[in-house]
């Protein structure tokens, strides 16, 4: 059985102004999914590598955003100091980890990892909650 590089390329329509992106088998040309927007033709994609990896598989890297990992503490400022985000004292103390999720061409599955991430966070669970709404 033969295996398959994929990849998602992006179409463009110069004469009606319009693009689309799709998963292409690089050895024969082969136009797998046809979406229109980037995102989903990489969440297909995966999702194909995923079910079939003796099948298909990918050299293209996908960063697939954050994920973050909220505890709470067991002290407060007395042993932290004030919330890192605020600056205001804080009863209870949290920790917020940052990791950044992708594609792991070895493990041919989603990992996460803390490289290119901020470091732990401490502070109020409201005010790091706020963090995670948008990357920084």
Known sequence: MSIYELAVKERIDHFNNKSWFVVQELESGEELVDVEISIEAQEKMLSMIEKEPDKY?????????????????????????????????????????????????????????HHGCRSSTFGHKECLAKLTEKPQ
């Open 57 to 113: 598989f990918t050299n293209q890297d996908f960063v697939k955003g954050f994920a973050y990992r909220l505890s709470r503490t067991n002290a407060g400022s007395a042993k932290y100091g004030p919330c890192e985000v605020c600056g205001k004292y804080a009863d209870t103390m949290y920790m917020l980890v940052e990791m950044v999720r992708f594609w792991n061409p070895v493990k041919k599955k989603n990992s996460v990892t």
